[in-house]
Protein backbone atom coordinates (compact mmCIF):
# COMPACT_ATOMS: atom_id res chain seq x y z
CA UNK A 1 0.00 0.00 0.00
CA UNK A 2 1.60 3.60 -0.48
CA UNK A 3 1.86 6.39 0.98
CA UNK A 4 -1.33 9.11 0.94
CA UNK A 5 -0.64 12.03 -1.64
CA UNK A 6 0.83 14.44 -0.80
CA UNK A 7 -0.33 17.89 -2.65
CA UNK A 8 3.15 20.14 -2.52
CA UNK A 9 2.60 23.93 -1.19
CA UNK A 10 4.10 26.82 -3.21
CA UNK A 11 7.17 26.89 -0.50
CA UNK A 12 8.28 23.84 -1.10
CA UNK A 13 7.90 23.62 -4.87
CA UNK A 14 10.00 26.52 -5.04
CA UNK A 15 13.03 25.14 -3.04
CA UNK A 16 12.50 22.41 -5.13
CA UNK A 17 13.22 23.90 -8.46
CA UNK A 18 16.21 25.29 -6.63
CA UNK A 19 17.43 21.75 -6.01
CA UNK A 20 17.81 21.89 -1.75
CA UNK A 21 19.18 19.06 -1.22
CA UNK A 22 16.65 18.20 1.58
CA UNK A 23 13.43 18.67 -0.64
CA UNK A 24 15.43 16.88 -3.68
CA UNK A 25 15.80 13.72 -0.98
CA UNK A 26 12.24 14.24 0.07
CA UNK A 27 10.78 14.23 -3.41
CA UNK A 28 12.87 11.34 -4.26
CA UNK A 29 11.57 9.15 -1.60
CA UNK A 30 7.92 10.31 -2.26
CA UNK A 31 8.35 9.38 -5.77
CA UNK A 32 9.68 5.90 -4.97
CA UNK A 33 5.99 5.33 -4.59
CA UNK A 34 4.06 7.47 -6.37
CA UNK A 35 3.93 8.66 -10.48
CA UNK A 36 4.22 11.67 -9.99
CA UNK A 37 4.40 15.02 -7.59
CA UNK A 38 0.55 17.01 -7.32
CA UNK A 39 0.17 20.50 -6.13
CA UNK A 40 -2.90 22.94 -7.06
CA UNK A 41 -3.06 24.94 -10.09
CA UNK A 42 -3.07 28.08 -7.25
CA UNK A 43 0.64 27.07 -6.94
CA UNK A 44 1.80 27.09 -10.37
CA UNK A 45 0.28 30.32 -11.07
CA UNK A 46 2.30 31.34 -7.54
CA UNK A 47 5.52 29.79 -9.24
CA UNK A 48 4.86 31.31 -12.75
CA UNK A 49 4.19 35.20 -11.83
CA UNK A 50 7.18 34.45 -9.73
CA UNK A 51 8.99 33.79 -12.74
CA UNK A 52 7.68 35.92 -15.29
CA UNK A 53 8.33 39.14 -13.39
CA UNK A 54 12.00 38.26 -13.44
CA UNK A 55 11.40 37.21 -16.86
CA UNK A 56 13.08 34.20 -16.50
CA UNK A 57 12.37 32.56 -19.80
CA UNK A 58 14.91 29.27 -19.59
CA UNK A 59 13.13 28.79 -16.01
CA UNK A 60 9.43 29.23 -17.54
CA UNK A 61 10.09 26.64 -19.97
CA UNK A 62 11.57 24.19 -17.70
CA UNK A 63 8.50 24.48 -15.41
CA UNK A 64 6.05 24.37 -18.25
CA UNK A 65 7.64 20.80 -18.78
CA UNK A 66 7.69 20.25 -14.72
CA UNK A 67 3.58 21.01 -15.16
CA UNK A 68 3.40 18.45 -17.70
CA UNK A 69 4.85 15.61 -16.05
CA UNK A 70 3.14 16.33 -12.58
CA UNK A 71 -0.54 16.58 -11.67
CA UNK A 72 -1.65 20.18 -11.68
CA UNK A 73 -5.19 20.24 -9.65
CA UNK A 74 -7.70 22.53 -10.62
CA UNK A 75 -10.04 24.47 -8.21
CA UNK A 76 -13.32 22.82 -8.33
CA UNK A 77 -16.55 24.25 -7.39
CA UNK A 78 -16.60 22.13 -4.49
CA UNK A 79 -13.19 23.90 -3.09
CA UNK A 80 -14.65 27.28 -3.56
CA UNK A 81 -17.43 25.96 -1.26
CA UNK A 82 -15.10 24.79 1.28
CA UNK A 83 -12.55 27.51 1.35
CA UNK A 84 -15.18 29.76 1.33
CA UNK A 85 -16.25 27.88 4.67
CA UNK A 86 -12.25 27.84 5.41
CA UNK A 87 -12.33 31.86 5.22
CA UNK A 88 -15.37 32.52 6.89
CA UNK A 89 -13.74 30.03 10.35
CA UNK A 90 -10.76 31.80 10.19
CA UNK A 91 -12.24 35.67 10.06
CA UNK A 92 -14.37 34.83 12.69
CA UNK A 93 -11.21 33.49 14.82
CA UNK A 94 -9.35 36.98 13.81
CA UNK A 95 -6.52 34.32 12.31
CA UNK A 96 -7.39 35.29 8.35
CA UNK A 97 -4.60 34.20 5.80
CA UNK A 98 -4.07 34.69 2.41
CA UNK A 99 -6.87 33.28 -0.19
CA UNK A 100 -4.39 31.19 -1.91
CA UNK A 101 -3.34 29.28 1.43
CA UNK A 102 -6.97 28.91 1.64
CA UNK A 103 -7.68 27.75 -1.62
CA UNK A 104 -4.95 25.02 -1.47
CA UNK A 105 -5.55 24.40 2.13
CA UNK A 106 -9.02 23.73 0.49
CA UNK A 107 -7.63 21.73 -2.40
CA UNK A 108 -5.96 19.73 0.42
CA UNK A 109 -8.86 18.64 2.50
CA UNK A 110 -11.16 18.36 -0.38
CA UNK A 111 -8.93 15.24 -2.00
CA UNK A 112 -7.85 14.27 1.81
CA UNK A 113 -4.29 14.89 0.26
CA UNK A 114 -1.44 15.67 2.87
CA UNK A 115 -0.44 19.25 2.24
CA UNK A 116 3.89 19.67 2.22
CA UNK A 117 4.32 23.29 3.49
CA UNK A 118 7.34 24.78 5.55
CA UNK A 119 4.31 27.38 6.65
CA UNK A 120 2.88 25.49 9.52
CA UNK A 121 2.37 28.74 10.97
CA UNK A 122 -0.90 29.59 8.28
CA UNK A 123 -1.91 26.44 7.41
CA UNK A 124 -2.26 25.13 11.36
CA UNK A 125 -5.20 26.99 12.07
CA UNK A 126 -7.59 24.70 9.50
CA UNK A 127 -8.95 21.95 10.68
CA UNK A 128 -8.72 18.97 9.43
CA UNK A 129 -5.62 19.71 7.20
CA UNK A 130 -3.19 17.38 7.58
CA UNK A 131 0.45 18.82 7.18
CA UNK A 132 3.94 16.95 6.45
CA UNK A 133 6.69 19.50 6.40
CA UNK A 134 9.28 18.76 4.13
CA UNK A 135 11.70 21.15 5.60
CA UNK A 136 12.13 19.79 8.36
CA UNK A 137 14.59 16.96 9.56
CA UNK A 138 13.11 13.41 10.45
CA UNK A 139 13.56 12.87 14.00
Known sequence: MSSPTILVDTDILSKLLRAEPMIVRKTQSYLQEHSCLTFSIITKYEILRGLKVKTATSQLQKF????????????????????????????????????????????????????????????????????????????
Open 64 to 139: DLFCQANEVVPITEHIVELASEIYADLYRRGLLISDADILIAATAIHYNFILSTNNEDHFSRIQPLKIDNWNKQNV
